[in-house]
């Protein structure tokens, strides 16, 4: 009997509390910078497109959101000529991310994606590529790379050795 | 002709403002609970979200209106009107003022102890015609409930009965010029309080619609604007309990002069609504059992003792 009125005096206490509650919109929470939300594809410090049409993040999402088309352009660089992300069944697990070896598709945070139709949830790949570098800044793929796909050439990126002659005989 | 008008008119006025109150409380339920729990409530709909109560409304009306195959139609449809027409009924007999008042019956207690047990029949016969067994388990639940505690919520009012001399509320009202009788019947006042909670069916006594074990008690079939009257109904039930605490124990419309009498007593009901939900943010349900060993074996007894008492020390006073 005692316990019960005390419960009811401490819950009545309870009035004179903070309120919890976050008024979400008119008080927006705060989102750390590794936030897992809306799926982006960056570009480098060039402005080119980061993604070479790996397929990995598409191999790897467990939900099968990602759906892309590589292709090369004139230099043999390759980009997706299409790039499609459902974020209908999308589930924010940032697997895409870790595998991606460009840096390309990166998770920001924003999660305000609310649409009225399904359909609105398909991202094309103009809604995802965004002009800046993300999260990643001042990381070019292609001036790491031995590749020479018209960023530099051959030889000519960072940490990078000239290309031995292989018709000298001296290394 | 004038004069039945106007009473007509009050009537009427009266009738709306309690389903209006009981429509208001939904929306001061969530907002008190939320506040006890630390969170807001309905704060979207209008200012401090008070047309929520508007928009649920609307929505329930929009309803598809249910009849599930199985159900006994007829019983089915009638049901839920019989809990707002008894507890209506009930209110007759409240004087909210002096002038403001349904009737004044020289019988009042006894009216309202009758439409409270022929309230039973809505649950009873609600769980029945759903043919469903959880709304039968919550039906028979509820008819225990009710029947039992039905018998010391009259016993306990015997003591305010044995002070005044009359079954009037206005008499009972008026008795309490000098002293409010939950000083000199706080027995009987903490026992009518428990048997209206359960009269109620509210937490921690509400074990006809235990959410957790019975889907919704019974009306776990209705849909629509037929559980909107439950759910109303419920909601009156709470103002008429408070209500009735008030002229009983609390003075009624009896207060200091710079406030008029309607006012006090819409001040102390509330105060009691608030009571109402402070317990159910509070307090977890009873296992039936317990609440039937606490009625029979606890609130009986200590009832029948309070009339004992109550009746010695006034026969005593009296003769002296």
């Not at chain 2, 039945?4 to 009981?22: E, S, T």
């Not at chain 2, 009873?286 to 010695?312: C, E, F, H």
Request: proline content about 5%; overall charge neutral.
């Amino acid at each position: 009997m005692f316990s019960n009125l005390r419960s009811i005096w401490i819950v009545f206490l309870h009035m004179f509390h903070k309120r919890e509650t976050v008024l979400y919109p008119e008080e927006k929470p705060y989102l750390p910078p590794r936030w897992r939300g809306r799926i982006v594809l960056t570009r480098d410090p060039e402005g080119e497109e980061r993604c070479v049409g790996c397929y990995l993040c598409a191999a790897v999402c467990p939900v099968d959101c990602i759906s892309l088309q590589a292709t090369e352009d004139e230099h043999g660089r390759r980009y997706p000529e299409m790039f499609r992300i459902n974020f209908s069944r999308c589930i924010f697990c940032g697997l895409c991310e870790d595998a991606c070896p460009t840096d390309a598709i990166q998770l920001i945070p924003d999660f305000e994606m609310g649409e009225y139709h399904r359909q609105n949830l398909v991202y094309e790949k103009e809604d995802l590529l965004i002009d800046g570098q993300g999260k990643v800044q001042g990381y070019n793929f292609y001036k790491v790379a031995g590749i020479d796909v018209g960023v530099k050439a051959k030889g000519q990126g960072a940490n990078e050795d000239k290309p031995v002659d292989i018709k000298k005989l001296m290394p | 002709m004038i004069e039945n008008l106007k009473y007509v008119v009050l009537v009427l006025a009266i009738m709306l403002a309690l389903v209006l109150i009981a429509a208001g409380l939904i929306w001061l339920e969530r907002r008190m609970l939320a506040l006890w729990q630390d969170r807001y409530g309905p704060n979207r709909v209008g200012p401090f979200g008070v047309l929520q109560v508007t928009a649920d409304m609307i929505k329930i009306f929009f309803k598809e209106d249910w009849i599930p195959r199985f159900a006994d139609k007829k019983v089915f449809v009638v049901a839920p009107s019989i809990v707002m027409i008894t507890i209506l009924l009930s209110f007759a007999i409240v004087p909210f003022s002096p002038s403001i008042g349904v009737v004044n019956l020289n019988i009042g207690i006894l009216f309202f102890l009758a439409m409270s047990s022929l309230g039973a029949y809505s649950v009873v016969l609600a769980g029945w015609a759903s043919n469903n067994k959880y709304s039968l388990l919550g039906a028979m639940r509820g008819s225990a409930q009710m029947i039992s505690y039905e018998v010391f919520m009259g016993l306990s009012l015997m003591g305010v009965v044995i002070m005044t001399g009359s079954f009037n509320m206005r008499d009972i009202v008026l008795a309490q010029s000098r002293v409010w009788f939950v000083i000199p019947q706080f027995v009987g006042f903490v026992i009518f309080f428990i048997a209206g909670i359960a009269e109620a069916h509210r937490l921690p006594f509400d074990i006809p619609e235990a959410e957790s074990e019975l889907v919704a008690g019974y009306h776990s079939e209705y849909s629509g604007m037929k559980f909107g009257m439950f759910f109303v109904g419920e909601y009156l039930g709470i103002t008429l309990i408070s209500a009735l605490i008030t002229t009983l124990f609390f003075g009624g419309w009896l207060g200091f002069h710079f406030l008029p009498p309607i006012v006090w007593f819409l001040v102390k009901m509330f105060g009691f609504i608030l009571v109402f939900i402070l317990l159910r943010a509070s307090l977890p349900r009873l296992r039936y059992d317990q609440l039937m060993s606490l009625g029979w074996k606890v609130l009986l007894p200590l009832s029948l003792l309070n009339i004992l008492v109550t009746g010695a020390i006034v026969l005593y006073l009296n003769n002296r």
